[in-house]
């Protein structure tokens, strides 16, 4: 399995956390730590060479001049 795999499946289990979370401020960390895992995985498709830069950069929401 890869490691983006891997993080997305951590990805989700803190969604499914933050479903059952008993607090506000609880289902706030899972959502955060969610996101944390997503780009961690966003990422690792960069450095394997599956995820062109700038589309890396347009998923986070930052729009950057075309590398080439």
Do not use: H
């Not at 506000?24 to 450095?47: G, H, I, S, T, V």
């Not at 830069?53 to 729009?63: F, M, Q, S, W």
Request: aromatic share 8%; net charge neutral; hydrophobic share 45%.
């Amino acid at each position: 399995m890869k490691q983006s795999e891997l993080f997305r499946e951590n990805a989700e289990n803190c969604a499914q956390l933050a479903e059952g979370a008993a607090s506000e401020p609880l289902f706030n960390r899972y959502k955060r730590m969610e996101a944390a895992w997503l780009a961690l995985a966003k990422e690792q498709d960069w450095l394997d060479g599956e995820v062109a830069p700038t589309r890396i950069a347009i998923a986070n929401g930052r729009a950057r001049a075309k590398l080439s």
